[in-house]
């Protein structure tokens, strides 16, 4: 009887949690929106307790500028903070939270269009509800193989293996690169309508490759692979960048943040 029941209340479940993102994409999104916030401001707390605040007023103008420009574009308050870190980071999280390393800012050279777009890929997460989204795929396949574990299926520990195998390379790790490649347009769509140049998103890619080379990684970049494919997608989307960046100076919006 339960295993007749399984595959129709998964079904609903799922169906329930169906949802499209900025670009049209289908995800699956199953978590309250208050519940991923509420997990994002208790992080950002915990960052603030755990490291220091940078009091450079440079560093704090040039990262208040860009990411007002920018969510100026979405909508809601925002609130941003710079932290001293050497690492080339730099983060968004559900509830409006920007957060900034020192070390970035370093690494671009205060060039306000490339930390532009890497704010604009962060904010882009949020706007995409990736985080929501990772969490609801988690908490998916935790439910379907405690589920499993109740039939004679999951009896079989060679199943649960492979299903094992199958949840970390066929469900949860390919939406990540998908993820990534949906900020980036998001976020360069983001920085343009702000009046950043879009085409400083590839020289930032670039850079961050250049700078992986060394001996020091790029933190960004751990988490942030920059493939060739990346470079080639963004210059596909330039078009569509470059139109909003015009449409963006054309109607006066022209940041001076350095």
């Given at each position: 009887?339960?295993?007749?029941?399984?595959?129709?209340?998964?079904?609903?479940?799922?169906?329930?949690?169906?949802?499209?993102?900025?670009?049209?994409?289908?995800?699956?999104?199953?978590?309250?929106?208050?519940?991923?916030?509420?997990?994002?401001?208790?992080?950002?707390?915990?960052?603030?307790?755990?490291?220091?605040?940078?009091?450079?007023?440079?560093?704090?103008?040039?990262?208040?500028?860009?990411?007002?420009?920018?969510?100026?574009?979405?909508?809601?308050?925002?609130?941003?903070?710079?932290?001293?870190?050497?690492?080339?980071?730099?983060?968004?999280?559900?509830?409006?939270?920007?957060?900034?390393?020192?070390?970035?800012?370093?690494?671009?050279?205060?060039?306000?269009?490339?930390?532009?777009?890497?704010?604009?890929?962060?904010?882009?997460?949020?706007?995409?509800?990736?985080?929501?989204?990772?969490?609801?795929?988690?908490?998916?396949?935790?439910?379907?193989?405690?589920?499993?574990?109740?039939?004679?299926?999951?009896?079989?520990?060679?199943?649960?293996?492979?299903?094992?195998?199958?949840?970390?390379?066929?469900?949860?790790?390919?939406?990540?690169?998908?993820?990534?490649?949906?900020?980036?347009?998001?976020?360069?769509?983001?920085?343009?309508?702000a009046g950043f140049d879009p085409r400083?998103?590839?020289?930032?890619?670039?850079?961050?490759?250049?700078?992986?080379?060394?001996?020091?990684?790029?933190?960004?970049?751990?988490?942030?692979?920059?493939?060739?494919?990346?470079?080639?997608?963004?210059?596909?989307?330039?078009?569509?960048?470059?139109?909003?960046?015009?449409?963006?100076?054309?109607?006066?919006?022209?940041?001076?943040?350095?």
């Amino acid at each position: 009887m339960l295993k007749k029941l399984i595959p129709p209340l998964m079904a609903a479940w799922l169906l329930a949690g169906c949802a499209t993102s900025p670009t049209g994409r289908s995800q699956f999104i199953a978590l309250p929106d208050a519940q991923i916030n509420q997990m994002g401001l208790q992080s950002f707390s915990a960052l603030k307790n755990q490291k220091p605040v940078s009091k450079n007023p440079q560093y704090n103008h040039l990262a208040h500028c860009i990411a007002n420009a920018i969510t100026q574009q979405t909508g809601g308050n925002w609130e941003i903070v710079v932290f001293q870190d050497k690492s080339s980071n730099a983060f968004a999280l559900p509830g409006n939270k920007i957060g900034v390393y020192t070390g970035l800012i370093q690494l671009v050279g205060g060039n306000q269009d490339q930390l532009a777009a890497v704010i604009g890929h962060e904010v882009g997460h949020v706007l995409a509800k990736h985080s929501n989204e990772r969490a609801s795929q988690q908490m998916a396949v935790q439910q379907g193989m405690g589920i499993i574990q109740q039939t004679a299926l999951g009896q079989n520990p060679t199943t649960l293996g492979l299903l094992g195998l199958g949840t970390q390379y066929g469900v949860l790790m390919p939406f990540s690169r998908t993820q990534e490649s949906e900020a980036d347009m998001i976020g360069q769509d983001l920085m343009s309508k702000a009046g950043f140049d879009p085409r400083q998103s590839i020289a930032l890619w670039q850079k961050m490759g250049r700078a992986s080379q060394g001996q020091q990684p790029v933190e960004f970049m751990s988490t942030h692979p920059a493939h060739a494919t990346r470079i080639q997608e963004l210059e596909q989307h330039m078009p569509k960048a470059m139109a909003l960046f015009q449409q963006a100076h054309a109607a006066g919006r022209q940041p001076h943040c350095n």
